[in-house]
């Protein structure tokens, strides 16, 4: 079965500080790995999208990787801000198309001031 | 520029009671989708819609029915809700051929 598991499920950090959350998979064949940013009450919004062949991928001070190898992905958030409190999930996509989604459960980052 | 659009935003139901929520794009978009988020674990899909006048099911579609009803409207039916329907739902829209890359803003609804 295809799984996503995100680490840590939650995390709270001090405004400025940098932070990295981490997305394990086991979905098969891979197509493509997202990221998006959940705000409180509202819906996901997409930060970045990475396919096989990439490994790096930067959205402003969002930064993602990904190790196909490893299925391993890291999203680092460098210099936060009070805004970057939000939920982060993971979603990955296998070569089946858009039924075949598996979203992880996300991880909870709260930046204090 | 609105996106997904999601009506309403908060609903509270008995158990039996049967409601629609609703979902409208701007964007042109030919793909829609329905999630339900739940506490600690991730979206899943309940159903989507790849193109005008076709639906499809998801992981999770048992007790719920959809409807395109033209290219910018996808609504979702709970004939008779029960309580383990209490969920926030998210309506999501995709280009062609892409991944939901939009969504709404969610319903919470609670079923009493």
């Known amino acids: 079965k295809n799984q996503v598991e995100q680490s840590p499920q939650s995390l709270i950090i001090l405004e400025g500080k940098n932070c990295t959350l981490q997305c394990n998979y086991t979905v098969s064949p891979f197509s493509n790995l997202r990221w998006y940013k959940q705000d409180t009450g509202r819906g996901p919004v997409s930060l970045t999208i990475m396919t096989f062949s990439e490994n790096t991928k930067s959205n402003g001070r969002y930064t993602a990787t990904l190790d196909a190898d490893t299925k391993q992905s890291s999203l680092h958030i460098t210099a936060s801000q009070l805004s970057d409190s939000a939920s982060y999930i993971c979603v990955v996509s296998d070569l089946w198309g858009r039924r075949a989604l598996t979203f992880g459960s996300g991880t909870r980052l709260q930046v204090q001031p | 520029n609105a996106g997904v659009t999601q009506t309403p935003k908060f609903q509270v139901l008995k158990t039996g009671q049967s409601m629609t929520l609703q979902c409208a794009q701007d964007?042109?978009?030919?793909?829609m989708y329905w999630y339900r988020q739940d506490p600690g674990m991730g979206l899943r899909l309940i159903y989507y819609s790849a193109s005008e006048g076709t639906t499809d099911k998801g992981e999770v579609p048992n007790g719920y029915n959809v409807s395109r009803l033209n290219k910018r409207e996808f609504s979702l039916r709970l004939e008779s809700a029960a309580p383990s329907q209490t969920s926030v739902y998210f309506c999501a829209s995709s280009e062609p051929g892409s991944q939901p890359q939009h969504f709404g803003d969610g319903t919470r609804l609670s079923i009493l």
């Open positions: 964007m042109n978009h030919n793909s």
